[in-house]
């Protein structure tokens, strides 16, 4: 049973690039959602998406923006990237009726330069 | 706004020793609770959850957490901490579609 996977692993950037960071959910879940986890902090709600319909968002700046595929996988954007984008970027995904118990995928660790 | 707080930012146990993290909670109603953990530059795994019934809930790895409402709090309890226990410990609850994180709690085991 494939858990949730997620694209590329680590990334460098530099400022005012733009980002695309990937994810597949667990097998038989239909529902994602992305979290920002600075360092030493916990993971921050970016948002997520459910019949490829952005279904609740965080206080994320428009910048942030994100697509979910036919099959369930969905991309995060990150435009006009600052120093302080610098995070783990986590991937969570669950059921349309269970949306609260998410499971995490390892998390892309994004640096911007 | 709903949201947790861990009150302990490090924690530091003997392997064999029992531990307790603790966990309160900001909600209006019947909060949906959980506890993760994550081993260094991993994702999140989930230990377990409260959503209604039983108070005492069971997990994985022998860990267990009580919700007590009336202290409006949900904390994370093993009887005998084992080395690969060392990790980050968070709780969460539900906020709509979404899961709102404490700052974790940094467990170290000593021998």
Known sequence: ?113 | AQSVTQPDIHITVSEGASLELRCNYSYGATPYLFWYVQSPGQGLQLLLKYFSGDTLVQGIKGFEAEFKRSQSSFNLRKPSVHWSDAAEYFCAVNSGYALNFGKGTSLLVTP
């Not at chain 1, 997620?6 to 879940?29: A, D, E, F, N, Y």
């Not at chain 1, 997520?48 to 609740?56: L, S």
Request: aromatic share 12%; charged share 15%; proline share 5%.
């Open chain 1, 1 to 113: 049973d494939a858990g949730v996977t997620q694209s590329p692993t680590h990334l460098i950037k530099t400022r005012g690039q733009q980002v695309t960071l990937r994810c597949s959910p667990k097998s038989g879940h239909d529902t994602v959602s992305w979290y920002q986890q600075a360092l030493g902090q916990g993971p921050q709600f970016i948002f997520q998406y459910y019949e490829e319909e952005e279904r609740q968002r965080g206080n994320f700046p428009d910048r942030f923006s994100g697509h979910q595929f036919p099959n369930y996988s969905s991309e995060l954007n990150v435009n006009a990237l600052l120093l302080g984008d610098s995070a783990l970027y986590l991937c969570a995904s669950s059921l349309r009726q269970l949306y609260n118990e998410q499971f995490f995928g390892p998390g892309t660790r994004l640096t911007v330069l």
